[in-house]
């Protein structure tokens, strides 16, 4: 979870940024769906832990992205001021 000392974002939203996406949501439970109709029990337990853990990575990936563009437009902010003195 990215802390983020912005005025504008509630803290307690930080870690829920993709549960509040409807087509998250969606395609989730789309593929819930499907993964439902898998017969092998092991196997649809495999299959969908193997997605968590990618969904999981691309989420901490996503995260990494965010704060390293949250940084480098702070700094921006902080040259260009230091630039108007």
């Known amino acids: 979870m990215i802390l983020v000392n912005n005025k ?3 803290k307690k939203d ?3 940024w993709k ?3 409807q087509k998250y949501l969606k395609e989730l439970q789309s593929f819930l769906d499907k ?3 898998i017969q092998d029990e ?5 299959i969908i832990f193997q997605m968590l853990k990618c969904d999981n ?3 901490l990936l996503a995260e ?3 704060k390293r563009c949250y940084v480098k437009g702070k700094r921006k902010i902080k040259k260009e001021q230091m630039e108007d003195d």
């Open 8 to 10: 504008n974002m509630d």
């Open 14 to 16: 930080n870690g829920n």
């Open 19 to 21: 549960s509040k996406s």
């Open 35 to 37: 993964a439902d109709n």
């Open 42 to 46: 092991q196997l649809k337990k495999d």
């Open 57 to 59: 990575e691309l989420t």
């Open 64 to 66: 990494k992205m965010f």
